[in-house]
């Protein structure tokens, strides 16, 4: 493997990196919606691992909690409590679809590729993260971001009202 040294940090890496790929992938190549959504939920899952790699417990756990908890099982029961066909729709994929999918995604793979490439990287700095970040991240919330913050409860609530009255008037 040449200079890599082969620790725990750069195998989680991977199965990580591997989890949040192929969740991404079977997201949009599977066709049942059920599948699809476990398939996203894979994928928030391996992005909570890679916070966890970068010491940003914080914002692994509110990725777990609200992304993988909330928002994955919220979509799977929209899917159990509406109404589906029995019959599925045949898509027919045309080979010019699919020929002018694989030229765009080797065109983006190109400009990542070059854009890479050409780049110059600056070293990396010194960072000193906090002793504790989700008191750092409280401090900031109640202090320099008070305003911002309240208007998103604000939004939240008023989302969550009406919510509650479009499920009503169906319920009517």
């Not at 401090?139 to 939004?155: A, D």
């Not at 939240?156 to 009406?162: C, E, P, R």
Request: hydrophobic fraction near 60%; glycine fraction near 8%; charged fraction near 15%.
């Amino acid at each position: 493997m040449g200079n890599v040294e082969l620790t725990g940090e750069f195998v989680a890496f991977f199965v990580f990196a591997v989890m949040i790929i192929s969740g991404s992938v079977f997201m949009i190549s599977l066709t049942k919606v059920v599948h699809m959504v476990l398939s996203l939920l894979a994928a928030f899952i391996g992005v909570a691992g890679l916070f966890i790699l970068l010491e940003a417990e914080f914002l692994a756990f509110v990725q777990v909690l609200i992304y993988a908890g909330a928002v994955a099982i919220l979509m799977i029961f929209g899917i159990m409590m509406t109404k589906h066909q029995e019959e599925e729709k045949a898509t027919t994929k045309r080979a010019w679809q699919e020929g002018l999918a694989a030229v765009g995604a080797l065109a983006l793979f190109g400009l990542l590729f070059f854009a890479i490439r050409s780049s110059e990287l600056a070293p990396a700095q010194s960072f000193e993260a906090g002793e504790d970040n989700a008191l750092e991240i409280g401090k900031l919330l109640f202090t320099n971001y008070v305003i911002p913050f309240e208007l998103v409860s604000v939004l939240l609530t008023v989302a969550f009202i009406g919510s509650i009255v479009l499920a009503k008037k169906e319920a009517e």
